[in-house]
């Protein structure tokens, strides 16, 4: 999923849901968790609002319960902002 020069989603899917009480390091924060990978950047790190869109719309299809995202918005795109907000009801 991550390119292998960043890695940061698998970073943060595993702070989130490592197993713990292992013996292989950390304990995630929720240890009984689903994750749902939605790439829409590049390996370079750039990437279309419009693709952040439709992750975020397979996310909420798939009945995710909470969406994270390392990227932003520099533009500020209405746009944007509303598939948000609509995410958050």
């Not at 995710?64 to 948000?84: E, L, M, N, R, W």
Request: net charge negative; aromatic share 4%; glycine share 16%.
């Amino acid at each position: 999923m991550d390119s292998a020069l960043n890695g940061h989603g698998t970073h943060v899917a595993g702070i989130i849901g490592a197993v713990g009480g292992n013996g292989l390091g950390i304990s995630g924060v929720v240890q009984q968790v689903s994750i749902i990978a939605c790439k829409f950047l590049s390996d370079d790190g750039r990437g279309l609002i419009s693709d952040a869109i439709l992750c975020m719309d397979y996310c909420e299809a798939v009945g995710a319960h909470i969406i994270t995202s390392s990227a932003g918005d520099p533009s500020q795109s209405s746009i944007f902002k509303g598939a948000v907000q609509s995410a958050t009801k």
